[in-house]
Nanobody, 115 residues
């Protein structure tokens, strides 16, 4: 059974930084893509950043220049370095893995940015 487990969330003041990590267990394959989504109260879940196995990355416009996604393909680990955090970044952040046409999700980690 494949599981994605996030870590690194928490409470931080505006302008601060956090680093999220997501580790996959139970898989014998490498994900085609891994990414981070977030969902704020009353809003739809949205893509924050995604990285493909070949290294291509995409970011939501609102986080470009502030967030950096990286991954260790061999270990199926993905990180999200978040700098210059803003109150509007407050949300539950979810890790996603894509492999063989299937989506895998982590349980989510709360990120709260105070003003």
């Amino acid at each position: 059974q494949v599981q994605l487990v996030e870590s690194g969330g928490g409470l931080v003041q505006a302008g601060g930084s956090l680093r999220l990590s997501c580790a996959a267990s139970g898989s014998t394959f490498s994900f085609d893509a891994m990414g981070w989504y977030r969902q704020a109260p009353g809003k739809q879940r949205e893509l924050v950043a995604r990285i493909y196995s070949a290294g291509r990355v995409t970011y939501q416009d609102s986080v470009k220049g502030r967030f950096t996604i990286s991954r260790d393909n061999a270990k199926n680990i993905v990180h999200l370095q978040m700098n210059s955090l803003k109150p509007e970044d407050t949300a539950v952040y979810y890790c996603q893995g894509v492999a063989y046409g299937r989506l895998y999700w982590g349980q989510g980690t709360q990120v709260t940015v105070s003003s």
